[in-house]
């Protein structure tokens, strides 16, 4: 699936420990993160190989642009398997290119250097997408020329031919039955190709709901694919490709055909791309589900292997000079696996969350309404009302209709619902305020439809909805629809055949007020007085809507929902039809912690175990067990560890950062990682090798053991929860002071993250002694199910050896270790104070398909005019220079984008002198890219400016509008 536009720190404390499954090592189904919870498990077996290493995932769609384009070393790296591609001749401009792209023509030769196929998507031919039927005589055509064309080319690489894409809502049933067109195409392939594979049916998110239909036809027709392909972009049941490559293997014990090689030719959904730690659940399932080929999604600009790489100076224009993303290295970490996928066990192999608790929705409530209206009910927001149900059969004899209700709305993203009657994707009529259709002005928008996006009957009026109380009215009166805004027509169908009767009989049964029927926002504000008629009203009789409940017809006679009730779950039908509706709140009393997964491969040969893991958040323990079925592994493991960062769709990674590395005792073949302050945004690798076998961990030191510490008369406690398998504890007398040598590659301020433990069911405070002075620590009592916590400090080092003591105040208090890092501060761009801008928060619920992953979900969007300023506070724990990366996005023209147009800020720290903070444009909106600034800060809390302009400043206004998501403050590099 592809073009609708959309958007978008290191971990400080890892923890990697060996031993048996003893105390402490938890049980999968034990959640995480929180005090007194046991870490997550994520189980690898090196024992349990299941198949040979072959990169199953590491495909793309529309990944490669042309020769050149991305150089092949970027591809390389990542050991593709397969790249989904346009046919010969396609007229297809994706996303606003000004040429179509990736031509497989052009292209085989680039993926076969690398040891990749291609499949050869058919309907790309088409110039646009949704695709546009131009008639049989057309496509059959076009059909004969693509595989001719394929052949005479002399490629031996051609993974197959791929029918169609996204049947569901891109076959419009006015063209023609799809399985006719399916059976046809397939046999007129077979007659000019009888070798090459044939793909399909290559369905969307809600794939299972046609799969049976289509393979039904399939087998009356002789024509089954000979690799079956659905999508797997992330559906409001979370991510679950073993569950249904399970239901999906059932079908063909059914129908018997198969086992046949599954391609997920398109995985990830556009909150994923770029977003190393969730695409590692992905890859995780996909491996362990033993799908044939899967490609990463194509949702942005081709040639970049789908988002991993951003061309040098950003923009939209080629990759041809290009860099990595932070998600670039999670793929050449899987690239650089050999040998064999080996077996692992997540907390759950389902979802992006893991709920722990006991659900219960909230209360429902009512808020005051328009002044003679009684109440409303607010939907979303800070309020815990989602949306509304209405009962099923609600259209059932509706020909000509009206829908009227007034709505207050809070924000206006792209097609959240005022309303959406029907029973799937497939059959619904709906309202949205906002489009999201950039031919139509993003404007307000009815539809209906009974096959399909492409099958929808609509009327669109001028402009989207805006925020604030707006009335809005749909009628229909014989087949002339017109929708209303504010009492006045501001669009008209007079084609509009389908009535609401049409739609499953009438009998539909998902009518939501606030819902979509696709996995979009929830609507974000407040309705009142909704209202059906059985008639298309005329205009006075709409404008009278507006005057009072009911207003001149006396309410709706289909159903009518007042809403003046003062709270509770029932939503009254005045029509007197008995159609109450039901309020739908949110659900509390659950924590839903980020579900963590993991791939490994172990590989006999060079005795290597690598495991990538993501998705996870706070704690995780990563258990490693049948090291003794690989040569090598005596009494002790190596064991290095590393991360990449979510750096943004567009942002430039500077490459994974090493984290430490240590020498493990290997008990009964097993060895026990555990690691703490995971971020659910980033990924980790872990390798794992014979202890004398492994080379030197690149990168400054940062983590320094208790054990190797001056600690005196301190004794030695063994613990598989501690960082090599020991920690340290003063004794009950004495001296309870412990010293490490610390050398810093710099002057400055660092982080420094004691993990300790504290068993005494009491804070203990203590002290850090450096060169520069005393910092108070605070030791939060442990428990037995996490014996070990973190507790960070700030302090001054100066360049090179640093001593630093770590004074306890009590006995109890045991110490594993202190990982030193250069000092590093988030602060998010909601945090501070705002002039001609707005405030974004972006709704990450599973409905809001095309949520735009940025920091802390939200930004501040909209910094154009030459007033428009940001003013964040900022505290560092010394003087000094700071070099400070600024999250944004910019919102330039295509054209702009493309010419790699630069925005601008002026930067200054409190009243200081300004300097110009220049961006280079992002591909789209909402897509994630850094800059920096170097800046001197004293010690304490200052205030950072970014404004677009001052007096004080001669330059004027700087250019471009700039939104921005937020501001790292760390030591310059």
Do not use: C
Request: aromatic letters at 8%; proline letters at 8%.
């Amino acid at each position: 699936m592809r073009h609708r536009t959309l958007r978008a720190a290191v971990a400080a404390a890892l923890l990697v420990t060996a031993g048996t499954a003893v105390a402490g090592e938890a049980e999968p189904s034990q959640a995480a993160g929180l005090p007194g919870r046991a870490p997550m498990v994520l189980d690898v077996d090196v024992a349990k190989p299941f198949k040979k290493v072959d990169h199953a995932a590491s495909g793309s769609l529309y990944g490669l642009g042309d020769e050149g384009w991305p150089a092949d070393p970027w591809i390389a790296a990542v050991r593709p398997k397969m790249f989904t591609q346009p046919p010969p001749g396609a007229t297809h401009q994706p996303n606003g290119e000004p040429a179509p792209v990736g031509d497989t023509l052009k292209v085989w030769p680039v993926a076969r250097r690398h040891g990749a196929t291609v499949t050869v998507r058919l309907p790309d031919i088409f110039p646009s997408f949704p695709y546009q039927w131009q008639g049989d005589d057309y496509w059959y055509e076009q059909v004969e020329k693509m595989v001719r064309a394929t052949l005479a080319s002399g490629a031996d690489n051609i993974y197959g031919y791929e029918i169609w894409n996204e049947p569901q809502w891109t076959w419009n049933s006015s063209w023609g039955d799809f399985d006719e067109m399916w059976a046809r195409t397939y046999r007129l392939i077979r007659t000019l190709d009888p070798d090459t594979p044939i793909i399909g049916p290559s369905h969307d998110r809600d794939y299972e709901s046609g799969m049976r239909a289509f393979l039904t036809a399939a087998v009356a027709s002789d024509t089954v694919p000979d690799i079956i392909s659905w999508h797997e972009l992330g559906t409001a049941r979370g991510v679950d490709v073993e569950g249904r490559v399970e239901s999906y293997r059932e079908l063909e014990k059914e129908f018997g055909i198969g086992p046949l090689p599954i391609s997920i030719n398109e995985y990830g959904a556009p909150r994923d791309a770029g977003v190393p730690g969730w695409l590692t659940r992905f890859v995780a399932r996909l491996e362990r589900a033993e799908v044939d080929t899967a490609n990463l999604a194509f949702w942005h600009k081709p040639g970049r292997l789908a988002d991993l790489l951003v061309p040098v100076g950003g923009g939209s224009g080629p990759a041809r000079q290009a860099e990595p993303t932070g998600n670039y290295w999670l793929f050449k970490w899987y690239g650089e696996m050999t040998g064999n996928m080996v077996e692992t066990t997540p907390p759950s192999r389902a979802g992006r969350v893991i709920e722990v608790g006991d659900p219960t929705p909230a209360l429902a409530t009512r808020v005051p309404s328009r002044d003679g209206f009684g109440n409303a009910i607010k939907l979303n927001g800070t309020d815990p009302n989602r949306y509304l149900e209405v009962p099923p059969g609600v259209l059932r004899g509706l020909t000509d209709f009206t829908v009227s209700t007034w709505v207050n709305l809070a924000s206006t993203p792209d097609w959240s619902r005022i309303f959406d009657f029907g029973a799937s994707t497939q059959v619904n009529m709906f309202l949205t305020p906002r489009s999201g259709d950039a031919a139509t002005n993003n404007a307000v928008r009815f539809s209906i439809t009974n096959n399909g996006g492409a099958a929808e009957q609509q009327i669109n009026g001028t402009a989207p909805l805006p925020t604030g109380w707006t009335h809005v009215a749909l009628t229909k009166a014989g087949n002339t629809g017109t929708l209303y805004v504010n009492g006045e027509p501001v669009g008209s169908n007079p084609n509009l055949t389908l009535s609401p009767s049409d739609l499953a009989g009438g009998d539909t049964t998902n009518n939501w007020i606030g819902r979509s029927q696709y996995p979009d926002p929830l609507l974000d504000g407040t309705v009142d007085d909704f209202q059906i008629f059985r008639r298309g009203l005329a205009p006075a009789e709409v404008r009278s809507l507006m005057t009072s409940p009911g207003g001149a017809v006396g309410g709706g006679d289909v159903a009518w929902y007042r809403l003046d009730e003062t709270g509770g779950a029932t939503a009254t039908d005045s029509s007197g039809n008995q159609r109450s509706g039901t309020v739908v709140t949110r659900i509390e009393g659950v924590e839903r912690l980020p579900a963590p997964d993991g791939f490994a491969s172990a590989d006999p040969r060079t005795r290597t175990v690598r495991v990538a893991f993501g998705g996870g958040d706070g704690d995780l323990q990563l258990a490693v067990r049948g090291l003794s079925a690989l040569r090598g592994f005596g009494k002790k493991a190596n064991v290095q560890v590393f991360t990449t960062e979510w750096t943004g769709t567009d942002g430039v990674s500077e490459g994974p950062v090493a984290l430490f590395a240590g020498s493990y005792p290997v008990r009964d073949g097993k060895i026990s990682i555990p690691l703490s302050g995971l971020q659910d945004s980033d990924a980790y690798l872990a390798v794992i090798r014979p202890d004398r076998e492994a080379p030197d961990l690149t990168g400054p030191e940062r983590r320094y053991e208790a054990e190797a510490a001056d600690h005196r008369s301190w004794s030695t406690g063994d613990s598989p929860l501690a960082s090599d398998n020991r920690y340290v504890r003063p004794g009950r007398t004495g001296h309870r002071d412990l010293s490490f040598v610390v050398t810093a590659p710099a002057a400055g301020a660092y982080d420094l993250d004691v993990r300790y433990t504290n068993p005494s069911g009491s804070p203990v405070r203590g002290s850090v002694l450096t060169g520069a002075g005393t910092r108070a620590v605070e030791y939060a009592p442990t428990t037995a199910a996490t014996p070990f916590s973190t507790s960070r400090i700030q302090a001054v080092l100066r360049k090179g050896p640093n001593r630093v003591t770590l004074r306890v105040g009590s006995h109890a208090v045991g110490v594993d270790h202190l990982d030193v890092s250069p000092f590093r501060v988030r602060v998010e761009a909601e945090r501070g104070e705002w002039s001609g801008a707005s405030l974004v928060s972006i709704d990450m619920d599973e409905n809001n398909f095309f949520a735009p992953y940025v920091s802390n979900d939200a930004y501040v969007r909209d910094l154009s005019q030459p007033d428009s300023n940001l003013r964040l506070p900022v505290t560092v724990p010394a003087a000094g220079r700071y070099r400070l990366k600024i999250g944004y996005s910019t919102a330039g023209t295509e054209a702009e984008r493309r010419a790699q147009t630069r925005s601008g800020h002026l930067l200054r720290v409190n009243e200081g002198p300004w300097q110009v903070v220049s961006y280079a444009p992002t591909q789209f909106r909402e897509m994630i890219r850094q800059t920096t600034a170097i800046v001197e800060l004293p010690a304490g809390t200052s205030t950072i400016t970014l404004a677009k302009g001052h007096p004080d400043h001669p330059g004027g206004p700087q250019p471009g509008t700039v939104d921005l998501d937020y501001v790292d403050v760390t030591l310059p590099r």
